[in-house]
Structure formats: structure tokens, C-alpha cells
């Protein structure tokens, strides 16, 4: 499979699209429970970037699996699946030129590690949208927790299904110790100290 598959290499770079958008691109992988803040966080972080001028994208988790990732389900091989077609369109998006962000659960540590790998060093920054259990079910912005108490949704994360949290992210944002507005701070702040702005 894939064995007559050459990378056409575009006319265009990604450093002459970086230079153009004067800032590089890379995916800020938020990462974490449901309920935990990343789609807000991510949306939020994409309003400030785009309020400066830069190109940004959100890649949102519902968003996907409506299009996408439409027959996937929620089995553990399912969600790698999912992981790993999200990263290769992530990883597209970086070679746009494009700031990403994108919000998936993406409950395990390889999947996540591998996004990292397709990447050049410095494009993927983790960021660990942390969240206590008991704060997420207390949100549970969609009615999924309590669903998933009554045994109604099977393979749940952080109920009948791991979450792996990051060993090593780059950065962590407690979203029940923080305000949005701070929290996109942190974030900013990490881009200019790290040369993507």
C-alpha cells in the first residue's frame, strides 16, 4: 500500500508562506478531559490571534467527527484512528502557514507522541488543558458525564475509558485555577518567548 505514492513537494514553502504571514506556524495540541476547557480555550486563543492579523485555524474534536472522521467510533482503535488523521491534517495546515489549534480529548499518550513525530521540532506544542474529574462533571457543558454514569455511553473518558495525561507538555493550563483571558496570556506569552510570534 502506498508503495507508487511520491510527496509532491509544493512550488510554494512553508518558510516563504511563514515569512508572508510574519509568524511560523505549529499546532498547539490542547489536550484533556471532556469538559475540561479545550475547545474554549482553543477558540479563544484563535479570537486573540486572529485579533494581531495572523492566519490561525481551530480543528475542533465535534467539528471532525461530523465530517472527517464521520464513521469512526469511540473504541480505543477508533480514537487512534481518529488521533492520526487529525495530526496529518494539523500537519498540512502547519505547511500552510496556518497557526492550529486544535481541541481532541486524544486520551492517549503514542497517539499524541506520534502527531509530534510528523512534525519538525518546535511546531508541536502540548498543551495540557488540566481539569480535576469532579470540576468536568460539575460543567458537563453537553450532558455527557452524566450520560456515561447511567451507563449510556460506553468507552467514556475518565469514566469507563483511560485518559493519559501528558509527562512532558509544554505547557499546562488549569483551567479551574484560571480565567480564560489569563490562560491565553500564558499561551501568548509562550509564543513570543519561543519565536512563532
Known amino acids: 500500500m502506498g508503495e ?5 513537494q509544493t512550488t510554494v514553502s512553508k518558510k516563504e508562506r511563514q515569512e508572508r504571514n510574519k509568524h511560523k506556524s505549529c ?3 490542547f489536550t484533556g478531559l471532556s469538559g475540561a476547557g479545550k475547545s474554549t480555550l482553543a477558540n479563544a486563543l484563535e479570537k486573540r490571534i ?6 490561525s485555524y481551530v480543528l475542533d474534536g465535534d467539528n471532525v467527527r461530523l465530517g472527517l472522521n ?5 473504541s480505543d482503535e477508533d480514537r487512534k484512528e481518529n488521533i492520526r488523521r487529525i ?7 502547519v505547511d500552510a502557514g496556518v497557526i492550529t489549534c486544535t481541541a481532541f480529548i486524544s486520551p492517549f499518550r503514542e497517539d499524541r507522541d506520534r502527531v509530534r513525530e510528523i512534525v519538525e521540532e518546535g511546531e508541536f506544542v502540548e498543551v495540557y488543558v488540566k481539569c480535576s474529574l469532579e470540576e ?9 458525564y452524566k450520560k456515561a454514569r447511567a451507563g449510556e455511553i460506553p468507552e467514556f473518558t475518565g469514566i469507563s475509558s483511560p485518559y493519559e495525561a501528558p509527562n512532558n507538555p509544554e505547557l499546562v ?8 483571558d489569563e490562560s491565553v496570556d500564558e499561551i501568548i506569552r509562550y509564543m513570543k518567548e519561543n519565536n512563532i510570534l
Open 4 to 8: 507508487n505514492i511520491v510527496w509532491h
Open 27 to 29: 499546532i498547539f495540541w
Open 50 to 55: 486572529f485579533d494581531l492579523g495572523l492566519n
Open 70 to 74: 464521520k464513521g469512526l467510533g469511540f
Open 87 to 93: 495530526g496529518e491534517v494539523a500537519k498540512l495546515f
Open 136 to 144: 468536568c462533571e460539575k460543567r458537563d457543558p453537553k450532558g455527557l
Open 173 to 180: 493550563i488549569e483551567t479551574d485555577k484560571q480565567t480564560i
